[in-house]
């Protein structure tokens, strides 16, 4: 079982690779832009559709915990433990289903466009999966995460 000290480091670690994922993701998802949808003169955009609104939106407030609780993981040496507990169990349950309505609306675009892809849109929805992918990357390191803090808890409460 890991010492509280090394915990304290790998739980550091985890919280940064998770802000590192959940950065490239919301850099991918946001920048993700295609026209000419479907033979007419749209823009295929994240705000266009509710799943990767969603998903967005579930990716800032994943990055926003990771970043605000590793700033207060370096900075204290005694915190609030159950907050860590559970707001790591919220927050990585918020970035799983975030990731999964970034599977899940990619797969219903794709069927929706059928056979009418095109190059710019077969580069839109790899580019879209590689954002749900990290998205998902993400949230196993807030799961692990939590893990840790769950280890962490009676130990010392």
Request: proline share 1%.
């Amino acid at each position: 079982m890991l010492s509280f000290q090394s915990s304290k480091y790998v739980n550091i670690e985890l919280r940064v690779f998770t802000a590192a994922f959940l950065f490239m993701s919301l850099v991918i998802h946001v920048t993700n832009v295609r026209s000419n949808f479907v033979s007419t003169n749209k823009t295929l955009h994240v705000c266009d559709l509710v799943g990767y609104r969603y998903m967005a939106a579930a990716v800032v407030i994943g990055l926003a915990y990771s970043i605000l609780q590793t700033v207060i993981a370096v900075i204290r040496i005694k915190g609030n433990i159950l907050l860590d507990f559970y707001g790591d169990k919220v927050v990585s349950t918020i970035i799983a289903t975030g990731a999964v309505a970034g599977f899940v609306m990619t797969g219903e675009l794709q069927k929706y466009i059928g056979k009418d892809w095109t190059d710019c849109y077969h580069t839109y929805f790899i580019m879209s999966h590689a954002a749900d992918g990290l998205a998902f990357l993400g949230f196993v390191g807030a799961f692990i995460s939590s893990i840790i803090s769950s280890y962490a808890l009676p130990n010392r409460v």
